[in-house]
C-alpha cells in the first residue's frame, strides 16, 4: 500500500539554526499537507501543496513539493521556540471515484534549545 | 469557530470493559475520522465514514467498530478493551467535495485512553 516516509524522526536545534523535515511518498501524490502538533495539543493544519514543484512560504516556514509529485519538504528559517512540535505531513492520492486516501508521514519532532 | 469536540479527554478503562468515544463536529461536514496516535507510529487511520450510516475499514481497524447515525457525530467503540489499545484517539472531519478533494482536516483535542 500506499507508504510516507518522514525524516528525521527527531531534531534538536539552537534557537536560530534552520531546520528541514522531508517526506518521501512510494506512490504520485494528488496533494501534501502539513500540519503542526504542538506539545499535548492536536495536529493543525499549515499548508496543503498541489502542483508539481509548488513552493509555498508562510512567513519562516517554506513549503516545497518535489515535479515528480511523490516528495515534499518543510524548512523553517531561523527557528524560536515557539517552533517546538511535530510536524507531520500528509499525502493524498486519488483512488477514483470519491474515494480518497491520506497518508500520514510519522512525524519529525522538533526541540529548540533557547 | 469551527470545531471538532472530542467527548472524554481522559479515560481509564479494564481490560474486557467496553468502550465509547464520541466525537460531534459543527461544520456540516460530510468526512469523519478516527486515528490513534502512539509514539514512534504517528497518526494510523482506524475507520472512517464518508456519509450517515456509511463507513470504511482503514489501516487498523481490528478491535475497533464505529458507528455514524448522525451527521455531526461519529463513535469508536472498543467492543473489549485490551491494554495494546492504550493510545492517544484523535478524530477528524473534512468537508467532502468532487474528487481530488483537497480539504484540510480538523482534528478534535484527543482522547487518552488507558486500559488497566
Known amino acids: 500500500g500506499q507508504q510516507v516516509m518522514q525524516i528525521p524522526q527527531y531534531q534538536h536545534v539552537q534557537e536560530g539554526e534552520d531546520f528541514t523535515t522531508y517526506c518521501n511518498s512510494s506512490t504520485t501524490l494528488s496533494n501534501i499537507q502539513w500540519y503542526k502538533q504542538r506539545p499535548g495539543g492536536h495536529p493543525v493544519f499549515l499548508i496543503q501543496?498541489?502542483?508539481?514543484?509548488e513552493v509555498k512560504k508562510q512567513k519562516r516556514l517554506t513549503f516545497q513539493f518535489g515535479e515528480a509529485k511523490k516528495n515534499s519538504s518543510l524548512h523553517i528559517t531561523a527557528t524560536q521556540t515557539t517552533d517546538v512540535g511535530t510536524y507531520f505531513c500528509?499525502?493524498?492520492?486519488?483512488?477514483?471515484?470519491?474515494?480518497?486516501?491520506?497518508?500520514f508521514g510519522k512525524g519529525t519532532l522538533l526541540t529548540v534549545n533557547p | 469557530d469551527v470545531k471538532v469536540t472530542q467527548s472524554s479527554r481522559y479515560l481509564v478503562k479494564r481490560t474486557g470493559e467496553k468502550v465509547f468515544l464520541e466525537c460531534v463536529q459543527d461544520?456540516?461536514?460530510?468526512?469523519m475520522f478516527w486515528y490513534r496516535q502512539d509514539p514512534g507510529l504517528g497518526l494510523r487511520l482506524i475507520y472512517f465514514s464518508y456519509d450517515v450510516k456509511m463507513k470504511e475499514k482503514g489501516d487498523i481497524p481490528e478491535g475497533y467498530s464505529v458507528s455514524r447515525e448522525k451527521k455531526e457525530r461519529f463513535s469508536l467503540i472498543l467492543e473489549s478493551a485490551s491494554t495494546n489499545q492504550t493510545s492517544m484517539y484523535l478524530c477528524a472531519s473534512i468537508r467532502g467535495g468532487g474528487p481530488p478533494n483537497t480539504g484540510e482536516l480538523f482534528f478534535g483535542e484527543g482522547s487518552r485512553l488507558t486500559v488497566l
Open positions: 500528509a499525502g493524498r492520492r486519488f483512488e477514483g471515484g470519491s474515494n480518497y486516501k491520506l497518508t
Open positions: 461544520m456540516d461536514h460530510e468526512n
Open positions: 501543496l498541489v502542483k508539481s514543484g
